[in-house]
């Protein structure tokens, strides 16, 4: 693996004052690239989570916003790589918005793809999700399994995924998918399960939680991040889906169960019907094969779901007044 592949490369990431976003920005920055990083613009100014990493001399934070395809022009030109992460990602807020998600999903990427095409980077990666695979139809999940949108939101990342593809095949642009499966760890907010179930094991022994069946095979945080990279790194000149992946998994209600012990904790697991997903929208079962990615990008998880679970709750205690809300949020 070439550990200098990064010195002195300009990178665009979008999505960067996010929970995956902010960690890839951390170390894109560590493997000594220059790193110009998409926030959200916002009247406060705020940075997200890349507040604790500026000011850093070679990262430059651009507030904007990624339905703009003027602003994402400027972003890209310069650039060696793009990694674009911004999106909409809460499935509930799907249901009740989903134009808002064509608009920043699948125009924000067509933005993206364009920009990429007009500035000719070197290569375009997109963020894909396991959500795309609906219900697996068979396991362990690869990069060949059938696309099923039960939401509106895995219906946007699909239409995304398709652009990115036809940018390829149409104009021979670069471009790589990554599909990690669940990413968990330090930073990510309630809209997901792991912190809400976290937040609400470490304030009371009640844990509200919707249906506790679905298997989920987690990644740790930092493990994905890598796998981004790796990605990059890789570039092979044709269009690739890479499956970001442990090969194990367990049920949300094992995993509360599993957290619980780590915060030293009984808890009690309440069902909350209003945190339920439709029948038919609800994924049972997401377990990944992540076999190309080991192959062809030599990436494989380090963090193991226990050690990346501990590494999780010291972070939510040490900044539980983030998570407040939690047996109130609906993830």
């Given at each position: 693996m070439n550990t200098d592949f990064f010195k002195d490369r300009t990178v665009a990431v979008t999505g960067a004052a996010g929970f995956i976003g902010s960690h890839l920005t951390e170390a894109l920055l560590a493997a000594g690239a220059r790193v110009k990083a998409l926030t959200r613009y916002n009247s406060k100014s705020d940075t997200g989570w890349l507040a604790a990493t500026a000011p850093h001399p070679a990262l430059t934070i651009i507030a904007g916003d990624i339905r703009d395809p003027f602003m994402v022009d400027r972003l890209v030109d310069g650039c060696d790589t793009i990694f674009h992460l911004a999106a909409l990602i809460g499935i509930p807020f799907s249901y009740t918005a989903p134009q808002s998600y064509v608009e920043t999903n699948i125009n924000g990427t067509?933005?993206?793809?364009?920009?990429?095409?007009?500035?000719?980077?070197?290569?375009?990666l997109l963020t894909s999700t396991s959500e795309v695979y609906g219900t697996a139809l068979r396991v362990p999940i690869d990069e060949e399994h059938p696309l099923q949108a039960q939401s509106p939101y895995s219906a946007?990342?699909?239409?995304?995924?398709?652009?990115?593809?036809?940018y390829h095949c149409a104009f021979g642009l670069p471009v790589t998918i990554v599909r990690p499966f669940n990413t968990f760890g330090p930073r990510q907010s309630l809209r997901a399960v792991i912190p809400t179930i976290i937040a609400q094991a470490l304030q009371s022994r009640c844990v509200k939680l919707g249906d506790t069946r679905p298997v989920r095979d987690f990644n740790f945080v930092t493990d994905t991040?890598?796998?981004?990279?790796?990605?990059?790194?890789?570039?092979?000149?044709?269009?690739e889906v890479y499956n970001l992946a442990t090969g194990s998994a367990r049920t949300i209600g094992e995993t509360a169960d599993l957290i619980a012990d780590l915060v030293g904790s009984r808890i009690e697991i309440v069902h909350d019907a209003s945190r339920d997903r439709p029948a038919?929208?609800?994924?049972?079962?997401?377990?990944?094969?992540?076999?190309?990615?080991r192959r062809d990008l030599g990436w494989q998880p380090a963090v193991d779901f226990r050690t990346g679970l501990q590494k999780t709750v010291e972070w939510v205690r040490k900044n539980l007044q983030t998570y407040a809300d939690a047996a109130s949020f609906k993830s």
């Open positions: 067509l933005n993206i793809l364009e920009a990429a095409r007009r500035h000719k980077t070197r290569l375009t946007s990342k699909i239409s995304a995924d398709m652009l990115g593809n036809s991040a890598a796998g981004f990279m790796a990605a990059a790194r890789y570039a092979p000149g044709r269009a038919d929208s609800e994924v049972m079962r997401l377990l990944g094969n992540a076999e190309k990615a």
